[in-house]
């Protein structure tokens, strides 16, 4: 195997929602679980079933998207909606996915999305909103979208060195989702020079964990059999993120994923993806007792599912 090389590049898009993602999140999206919890921690995080992956689908897909997603996963949605969730004037339809392996925020924008929404992977939900916002700028993020209201809370989008975005939201009323089964990997992509400065914010921030840190990881994994890669697993408060340090040569679709969503069984998981309309893009490939593959859903949506788990 050759030597890891320096690599990557950042990973794209994240999405943002209405209803999760501190936007309008309607009454229905509410569990009958008790209310949460929320923790005095330091992360102000409340819990990796109220950190939505924003998922932006091509427009008019998002019947088709939910409904795909669905039948492979299980899992239930709120009503659509059309509002605005960003605060300059737009317009979008929202649902929110409260899934077995991951909760997201899908968008289908009726206007142009307006800069920077749409480079936002993930929404985290915080105990405390301007505890979260002064958490983020001690720990070296930037915030890109400064603090707004919506109808139900209040939403901000910050960046973590290397051009990692997120959006942190609050809501007046707490809102209460049942556990997840499996806790889904936020997917990093990041370049040699941005590495340190991303995991210096980003744990301080999260108040994360290295778990593992492997200089030498099987490049087969990103599409790059024969080569090799710097992987690093963190656990958080906020849940389980994979950070890929390459020297961004990566074929496609790797990069375009944020997410990464743990099964089972992979290859009933595929069928079930194929049967309701989703693509398999590469895979499945197994390295050290993990195996995955990469699935675009209706709407353009790309994910990794992975059976195994080698953190």
């Given at each position: 195997?050759?030597k ?13 929602v ?6 309008a ?16 921690a ?33 899992g ?108 889904p ?13 991303f ?12 778990v593992?840190?492997?200089g030498a ?17 963190i ?16 074929p ?7 997410t990464?969503?743990?099964?089972k069984?992979?290859?009933s ?16 490939y ?26």
């Amino acid at each position: 195997m050759k030597k890891p090389k320096a690599m990557v590049r950042l990973l794209p898009t994240l999405l943002l929602v209405v209803a999760v993602g501190g936007f309008a999140a309607p009454p229905s999206a509410q569990s009958r679980n008790a209310a949460a919890v929320l923790p005095d921690a330091t992360t102000t995080a409340v819990g990796p079933q109220y950190d939505t992956t924003h998922v932006y689908v091509t427009p008019g897909a998002m019947d088709a998207f939910v409904t795909s997603w669905e039948a492979t996963f299980g899992g239930t949605n709120t009503a659509k909606v059309i509002t605005d969730v960003t605060p300059t004037p737009s317009k979008t339809a929202s649902e929110l996915v409260l899934s077995p392996v991951g909760t997201l925020s899908v968008f289908d924008f009726r206007t142009p999305v307006p800069y920077p929404f749409g480079a936002e992977r993930t929404g985290w939900l915080m105990s405390d909103f301007g505890k979260g916002v002064r958490l983020a700028r001690a720990s070296g993020a930037d915030v890109v979208v400064a603090p707004f209201k919506d109808p139900i809370g209040r939403d901000t989008v910050v960046q973590f060195p290397g051009g990692v975005n997120a959006q942190l939201y609050w809501h007046i009323k707490a809102p209460s989702y049942a556990p997840l089964k499996t806790v889904p990997d936020n997917r990093v992509y990041l370049t040699g020079d941005s590495a340190s400065a991303f995991l210096r914010s980003y744990l301080r921030f999260t108040g994360g964990r290295i778990v593992s840190d492997d200089g030498a990881a099987d490049g087969g994994r990103i599409g790059m059999p024969g080569e090799a890669y710097r992987r690093i697993t963190i656990s958080s408060p906020f849940g389980n993120t994979v950070v890929s340090v390459t020297d961004g040569h990566l074929p496609y679709p790797f990069g375009r994923e944020t997410t990464g969503y743990a099964v089972k069984d992979l290859t009933s998981t595929l069928r079930k993806a194929e049967a309701a309309g989703a693509k398999v893009l590469w895979g499945p490939y197994t390295s050290r007792g993990r195996t995955s593959a990469m699935v675009q859903f209706p709407g353009g949506y790309v994910a990794e599912l992975h059976q195994g788990d080698d953190r």
